[in-house]
């Protein structure tokens, strides 16, 4: 089963500035878990602060409006995202736990299987 | 049997009403000890929780209409399974794409070793909301109706159907397996289960006193509880919480006063409590304290003897618990 996981904190979380060792070290420590887990992961990216974003809303008939910064307003935050393929929600939650990126949580999301009419997993 | 007579309430008819009752009771009592067994095998044998699910309520169904006429099967738990597979085949045969579901159900054997483990942790996944837990559980491995699900925790039928949908349905576009969890992931996901039970277990208890009938949840939680503790007798805290459940049950009947206020533990009438069932209690307790991985269930269960005892005043003033008297129950 395909799952993304989201790496997710909040905006004044950040706590006193990390030093460069720090940040050496969290680096070092993401590489060892991809190699470990290689057979398991897909795409991963890391992405840039949320001040960096750029949101086209979408107002079906109306024109579309590009708005100056994230969708999601609040302090919660999406740092980056990696799509992994394991066998159920076990092996999904017992990667996550190990994840070793300085971020609060990991939110397993599963990923529609194209077979599949999305609305089945609509709530 | 025969049908009760046209001619009005007869003696006929007092006959049917007694059996109905007694096949209700057997009904409730068949599935207290089958109703996980039987989802479990048909889970395991469909791969679908909904079906499996389904098919054993349809025999519920049945249960109720057939016994109360053709009298109780010698074997309720294997007329359930048949009647439950024999639906499941039936659905399952009006639709091409399972056939090689089809192919398991048919080659299954009526029995197989104990996965109603597997069940209950699928059931009490931490991806669930307690209330779809507490709902899934009372299901599928206790075979419970929507409508007695409903009746017991005061919800409405609507409330509670949709706790399940939305349930199963999580368990299969979240990819919740069906197994057990590992020894290095048990410390984490047993203590959801045992919240789940203690849940039950309480909700039965404080409340079997109230008007109307309903099923008695506590029992079915306590009768749950043991079955772990022999499935798993490493596990202290389902020990204590069985101890706990125990307690609570060996002094129900000095709890509650006839229009079921509760009492107060000094006011309770000693003579009332079930002294030998204390003692087993105690005896869980040792056992589990002996492991030496104290828990909140077991520690919860140790101050409760330490209550009962009997003082050697006869003035119910000390009502304190001290370390000293714990330790007495060691």
Known sequence: MKYILLFCGTSDSAGPASSPEDVQRTYANVGDWLTRNSSRIGLIHQLQPPDTATTVLLQGQRRPIVKDGPFLEGKELIGGYCEIDVADLDEALELAKTWPGRTQAVEIRPVVPHDLPAELDRP | ?330
């Open chain 2, 1 to 330: 049997m025969t049908e009760a007579g046209e001619a009005g309430p007869g003696p006929e008819a007092a006959r049917t009403t007694a059996c109905s009752a007694q096949a209700h009771a057997a009904v409730a009592a068949a599935f207290r000890a089958e109703a996980g067994h039987l989802t479990a095998s048909l889970v395991r044998s469909l791969g679908d929780f909904d079906l499996a699910e389904e098919s054993l309520q349809e025999a519920v169904v049945q249960a109720l209409e057939h016994w109360p006429r053709e009298g109780i099967p010698s074997r309720p738990g294997a007329w359930l399974l048949t009647v439950a597979r024999r639906r499941a085949l039936n659905r399952l045969s009006r639709d091409a794409r399972y056939a090689a579901k089809l192919a398991a159900l048919m080659r299954e054997p009526a029995r197989e070793p104990d996965n109603r483990l597997q069940l209950v942790f699928t059931c009490c996944h931490p991806a669930l909301r307690r209330e779809w837990q507490v709902a899934l559980t009372l299901r599928a491995v206790f075979g419970f109706t929507t409508a007695e699900i409903a009746r017991a925790f005061v919800a409405s039928e609507d409330a509670v159907a949709q706790r399940i949908v939305r349930a199963k349905r999580k368990i299969v576009s979240a990819g919740i397996p069906y197994r057990m969890p590992g020894p290095e992931e048990l410390p984490g996901r047993l203590p959801e289960v045992l919240a789940v039970l203690y849940l039950l277990f309480n909700e039965g208890h404080l409340t079997t006193s109230g008007s109307g009938w309903r099923r008695d949840l506590s029992q079915d939680a306590l009768w749950l509880t043991g079955l772990l503790c022999r499935l798993l007798p490493g596990e202290p805290e389902a020990l204590g919480l069985l101890a706990l459940m125990r307690l609570h049950l060996a002094r129900a009947d000095a709890r509650f006063t006839d229009t079921g206020d509760l009492v107060r533990l000094a006011d309770q009438d000693r003579s009332l409590w079930d002294h030998d069932e204390i003692q087993e209690a105690v005896a869980l307790i040792e056992r589990a304290a002996a492991m030496r991985r104290p828990g909140p269930y077991q520690i919860e269960a140790a101050i409760g003897p330490a209550t009962p005892r009997p003082r050697p005043s006869s003035r119910r003033t000390g009502r304190r618990w001290s370390p000293s008297t714990t330790c007495s129950c060691r």
